[in-house]
């Protein structure tokens, strides 16, 4: 299991688009995918979930990954959340 505290630079923060990529990344992998956000922990996964959570551009969150290729996913959901256009 790994995990990492991200900072994101997503200028809309998690509104439904965002989030419905966020999930599509999530969902590439084998690993289970957690995302943490002060006392809310949900499956990176569910779009409800990741919604609910309701994420602004400059927040932190900590990304939670634990399978076989665990490190892989956090990589690429940290490109994802800090990418910059």
């Not at 956000?37 to 634990?66: F, R």
């Amino acid at each position: 299991m790994v995990s990492k505290e991200i900072t994101v630079k997503i200028a809309s923060g998690f509104e439904s688009r965002p989030v419905a990529l966020f999930v599509q990344v999530a969902s590439q992998f084998k690993s289970n995918i957690y995302v943490s956000l002060e006392e809310k922990k949900v499956n990176a996964k569910s779009i409800m979930g990741m919604m609910s959570l309701g994420v602004l551009e400059g927040e932190s969150l900590i990304i939670i990954a634990d399978g076989e290729d665990e490190i892989k996913a956090i990589e690429e959901l940290e490109n994802y959340l800090t990418e910059t256009e």
